[in-house]
C-alpha cells in the first residue's frame, strides 16, 4: 500500500508542475503571434522587438529558477534528503517545536540563497537593461535582509502556533487555527500601509492641489471615504507604475505610485482609482477575504486529515509521524492542487476586474480609462499576446487586448 501512496504523491506533484511548465512554454511562444488589432499601437515595431526580447529573457530565468526549484524537491524526496534533515533537526533537541523551527529555518535558509541568487539576476541583469531598473545595490541588500527577517518571524510564528494547537487542542484544532490564522490575514490587510510598507520604502501625503481635490470629489461622488492619500516613492527601485487601496473601514488609505503620478495625466490618474472605487462598491474586497476565508478553512481541514496518517510517512521510509515532514510533504502536494483550483479563483477576480472597470467608465469617462489603460501596458511592458490556457490559470487580470475591448462595449448610463 506504501509503495501506491508514494507512487500517488509523486505523480500528482510531477505531472502538474511539468504541466504548469508546458503551459508557460505555450506562453512563450505565444509572443510571436500577431498582436490584435485593438493594441497594436501600443508599441512600435522596434519597441515590440526589444519588448520581446525582455520578455524571452524573463520566461527563460522564471522557467529556469521554477525547474530547479521542481528538482531539488524531487531528488530531495526520491532520495530522502527532507527525511534525514527531518530526523537530524529531531536528534539535535527534545523539543518538537525547536526541532521543526531548525528543520524549516535550514530549509528557508536555503532558499532565500537561491531566491536571492534569481533576483539579483532579474533585477540587475535584465530589468536594469532594459531601463527599468532603479535599484541600487544597498537598497537590494536591505531589502533582501529585511525580508528575510519578516518571512522568519512571520513564518516561524505561524508554524509555532499551529504546532502548539495540533497538539494541545487536537479536537478543536481546524476552528481554533483557522480563528488565529485569518485573525492575523486581517491583521496584517489591515495595518499593511502602516507598518510593513515603510520598511521599505518611504509614504509621504499627497501635496495639496488640483489633483488631490479631484480625488477626494471623485471618491465624495461615489460616497466612497479615503482615510489618507500617501505616494509611495517606488522609483528608487523600478520605473514601473501602480496603485492600489489598502485597508477596511476607516482604515482605507490611497497608496499612488510616483512614477505613475509622472507618467498619467489627471484624468487618467482619477480613472486608475476610480477602478479601484468600483472594486470597493462591489465588494470585491468582502469577497476576497471570503474566498481567503473558505480557502485556509478547507486547506487546514485536508491538512487536518494528512497530517497524522502514518501511512504517508512509511511511504516515504519514516517509521512514524514525523511533523516537519508531514508539514513539508502537505505542501508540495497542495501546491499542484492550488494550480488547479486557480482556474476558477482568477476566473473570478478577471469578471471583477472587468466590472471593476466598466464603473470607472461610469465614473469618469471610456477615454480616460483606455488612456491609463494603454499607458499602464506601455510603462510596465504587458503581455500582449498571452497564450489563452495561461490566462486561465494565472492571470488574476484580463489580458489587455480584452480589457480594452470589453471597455468600449461599455453603455454609458
Known amino acids: 500500500m506504501e509503495a501506491y501512496v508514494y507512487i500517488g504523491i509523486m505523480t500528482l506533484y510531477i505531472g502538474v508542475t511539468l ?36 520578455s524571452r529573457k524573463k520566461s527563460d530565468l522564471s522557467l529556469f529558477s521554477r525547474f530547479f526549484r521542481f528538482l531539488f524537491v524531487l531528488l530531495m524526496l526520491m532520495f530522502g534528503g527532507f527525511q534525514a534533515l527531518n530526523l537530524f533537526t529531531l536528534q539535535l533537541t527534545d523539543s518538537l517545536y525547536l526541532s521543526t523551527l531548525l528543520f524549516f529555518g535550514a530549509l528557508f535558509i536555503l532558499e532565500m540563497l537561491f531566491s536571492t541568487v534569481f533576483s539579483y539576476i532579474n533585477t540587475f541583469k535584465i530589468e536594469e537593461a532594459y ?47 483557522f480563528v ?19 520598511i521599505f520604502n518611504t509614504l509621504t501625503p499627497l501635496e495639496d492641489g488640483e489633483l488631490k481635490n479631484k480625488i477626494e470629489h471623485l471618491a465624495s461622488l461615489q460616497g466612497y471615504k479615503v482615510r489618507a492619500i500617501k505616494v509611495i516613492d517606488a522609483s528608487k527601485r523600478s520605473t514601473k507604475l501602480n496603485a492600489f487601496f489598502s485597508g477596511f473601514g476607516t482604515f ?96 473570478q477576480s478577471r469578471k471583477r476586474e472587468y466590472m471593476a472597470d466598466a464603473f470607472a467608465v461610469k465614473a469618469t469617462s471610456k477615454e480616460a480609462m483606455e488612456k491609463a489603460l494603454r499607458t499602464l501596458a506601455y510603462k510596465n511592458y504587458s503581455n500582449l499576446t498571452p497564450h ?19 471597455l468600449r462595449r461599455v453603455q454609458n448610463d
Open 180 to 198: 488565529v490564522l485569518f485573525a492575523i490575514i486581517l491583521i496584517i490587510n489591515m495595518f499593511y500601509v502602516k507598518l510593513i510598507v515603510p
Open 131 to 177: 531601463g527599468f531598473n532603479k535599484t541600487t545595490g544597498k537598497t537590494f541588500i536591505k531589502d533582501t535582509l529585511m525580508g528575510f527577517l519578516l518571512s522568519s518571524l512571520l513564518g516561524g510564528g505561524i508554524i509555532l502556533i499551529v504546532l502548539y494547537l495540533l497538539n494541545e487542542f487536537e479536537t478543536l484544532f481546524i476552528i481554533l487555527s
Open 19 to 54: 504541466f504548469d511548465f508546458y503551459v508557460s512554454k505555450l506562453n512563450s511562444d505565444a509572443r510571436e503571434n500577431p498582436v490584435p488589432t485593438i493594441v497594436n499601437d501600443i508599441y512600435d515595431k522596434n519597441e515590440y522587438d526589444t519588448w520581446k526580447d525582455y
Open 388 to 406: 489563452p490556457l495561461f490566462v486561465k490559470l494565472h492571470y488574476s487580470h484580463p489580458p489587455m487586448a480584452s480589457r480594452i475591448g470589453a
Open 252 to 347: 482605507k488609505t490611497v497608496v499612488l505610485y510616483d512614477t505613475l503620478l509622472d507618467a498619467m495625466d489627471d484624468d487618467a490618474i482619477l480613472a486608475v482609482l476610480a477602478h479601484e472605487i468600483g472594486h470597493a462598491k462591489h465588494r470585491d474586497i468582502l469577497k476576497n477575504v471570503l474566498t481567503s476565508a473558505l480557502t485556509l478553512l478547507g486547506m487546514l481541514a485536508l491538512f487536518n486529515l494528512f497530517i497524522n496518517v502514518e501511512i504517508i510517512y512509511e511511504a516515504f521510509g519514516l517509521e512514524s509521524v514525523t511533523l516537519g515532514f508531514g508539514i513539508l510533504l502537505f505542501f508540495v502536494v497542495m501546491n499542484p492542487l492550488m494550480l488547479l483550483l486557480s482556474l476558477f479563483s482568477n476566473s
